[in-house]
């Protein structure tokens, strides 16, 4: 009966949620106890045992504080920001080929390309609602670098699109049985994490929220509630991201435990990246985009354009 899947459908759809908020609320903790150890610390470790309760009450301390509102905002936009913002952060997670009941999207790489395109509304809106100086500056910064970067990610993946002939994540899988693309496309895979990290407002590239120069940026006027959406969105976009280089660089299995560890590992070397690297200069930020990942991006795609003409002449 329809009704029958369409109910397993919407089951399944709500324990993938609370399976993604509880990993982001486990991210921070590992964020906190890795950047805590890169500078000789111990990190949180006082709720429950060795801290492990620390994310849980950090939800419940934003949660049930005061929110306030500035007077000069705009209030509608301002407050549905945050909302939408984590909305297309879970949205974008129907993409993943689970091989279950789940929708199965044949254009899912698509999707998800329109999905990060979406975030750089709320990102704007949040910014520009705000009515603050610090926090417009922190939303242009935002929207420039995101789209300076999807461009070279929609080329990344569209190199991929001509070498596996399709948009569907579980074709990706398919095609790296025997041979992983990471092996084939290093250098493309550097740039892709590069991008990742610019893409989800990560250190290096993490202008929009320069506390030296913008006092936490976009956000600046967000607290309580509002804030804690708009930090969770941000950890599940960089979950999302491991999950996505593991799909597409390492065509891990869903169901091994390597797929797991591999996406635990890219989320270290976020956090690792974080306690290690500087901020980049504005200006080398866009130069890295433009001048560097473009090209690059753009010559692995015509090298597999032809690599795929070549290949059906010689078949056919």
């Keep these: 009966m329809w009704y029958h899947d369409f109910f397993l459908g919407c089951i399944s759809y709500l324990i993938l949620i609370i399976c993604v908020l509880v990993g982001v609320a486990f991210l921070t903790l590992l964020e906190r106890k890795v950047l805590g150890y890169i500078q000789i610390r111990r990190g949180p470790n006082k709720v ?29 936009p301002y407050y549905l920001a945050p909302i939408f913002s984590l909305l297309l952060s879970l949205l974008v997670w129907l993409t993943v080929p689970f091989m279950s009941l789940m929708i199965t999207f044949s254009l899912g790489l698509l999707f998800f390309l329109c999905c990060t ?16 100086n610090y926090a417009l500056l922190g939303a242009l910064r935002a929207v420039a670098q995101t789209i300076s970067y999807e461009v070279s990610l929609a080329l ?46 990560r250190t290096p590239f993490d202008f929009a929220e320069g506390e030296s120069e913008l006092v936490s940026g976009f956000n600046i006027e967000y607290s309580g509630g509002g804030f804690a959406l708009i930090f969770m969105a941000e950890y599940a976009s960089i979950l999302f991201m491991g999950v996505l280089f593991t799909i597409i660089f390492l065509g891990c299995d869903m ?23 500087p901020r980049f200069r504005y200006d080398k930020l866009m130069y890295l985009a433009w001048k560097s990942f473009l090209p690059l991006s753009l010559n692995y795609l015509l090298f597999f354009v032809g690599f795929k003409i070549l290949l059906i002449s010689f078949l056919f």
């Design 156 to 201: 990344i993946l569209l190199s991929f699109v001509f070498l596996s002939g399709s948009y569907n994540f579980f074709d990706f899988l398919e095609y790296q049985e025997d041979l992983w693309f990471l092996v084939l496309t290093f250098p493309l895979s550097l740039a892709w994490l590069a991008s990742c990290l610019a893409e989800t407002n």
């Design 255 to 277: 169901f091994s435990f390597l797929f797991f560890f591999s996406v635990v590992f890219i989320s270290f070397v976020f956090i690792w990246v974080r306690g290690t690297l």
């Design 48 to 76: 429950g045992f060795c801290g492990i309760l620390q994310p849980f009450a950090d939800a419940i301390k934003l949660f049930t504080s005061e929110q306030s509102f500035p007077v000069a905002s705009n209030y509608y």
């Design 117 to 132: 395109s979406m975030g750089v509304y709320t990102l704007m809106s949040a910014g520009w609602s705000s009515n603050s």
